[in-house]
């Protein structure tokens, strides 16, 4: 069974449908961990509810991110995870974590990447810029995470039809609920499982 560590900064929909996924054992694995950047997640409410340990590194705690990084990492370390999920977590891996855990730190981002992906395409603003560009479709992309934002090789990613009437929030809840839930639990699954390795930069599935 392997041992996860999830990275938080919000509600946690994506971590309860891990969790979920977890405990029925369509996953075998173990969430292990929590580390959240924000005090108010309401992620660590599940964390507590399910008896996980959780931690908070918020910025403003640390007198550098380097320091707050350090924290981090001794913890993903403490306990000896094999895989960290970024589940809505709102911040840049940094590269002293990537480094310790090549192709082993998996993010879901909410479009097609290599589009609308980067520094500044997170959340809200990733839908906002795809309705805004006049885009036809859109979706999600599960990706290993390198020192490139965004830009690591892809597991997986699905496509959904851009409505005429579409709002940022209602492309945003579609998304999240048709793809990202389910294709985030099927990736851990198949990771767990040890069906996907990285070959020369490509993702290969067994």
Known sequence: MKKLALLVSGGGTNMQAIMDACGSGEIDGKISVVISSNHEAYALVRAKSAGIPAF????????????????????????????????????????EIIKAYPNKIVNIHP?????????????IHVHQAVIKAGEAESGATAHFVSEEVDG??????????????????????????????????SVIKDLCADKISVVNGKVVNK
Do not use: S, W
Request: net charge positive; aromatic share 10%; proline share 7%.
């Open 56 to 95: 908070v590194y918020a910025k403003k705690d640390y007198p550098t991110l380097a320091c707050r990084d350090e924290e981090i990492l001794r913890t993903l370390q403490a306990y000896d995870v094999d895989y960290v999920i970024l589940a809505g977590y709102l911040g840049i891996i940094p590269k």
């Open 111 to 123: 479009a097609l990447l290599p589009k609308f992906g980067g520094k500044n395409f997170y959340g």
């Open 152 to 185: 690591g090789p892809i597991i997986r990613q699905q496509k959904l039809i851009v409505h005429k009437g579409d709002t940022p929030e209602t492309l945003q809840c579609r998304i999240l609920e048709t793809i990202e839930h389910p294709m985030l639990v």
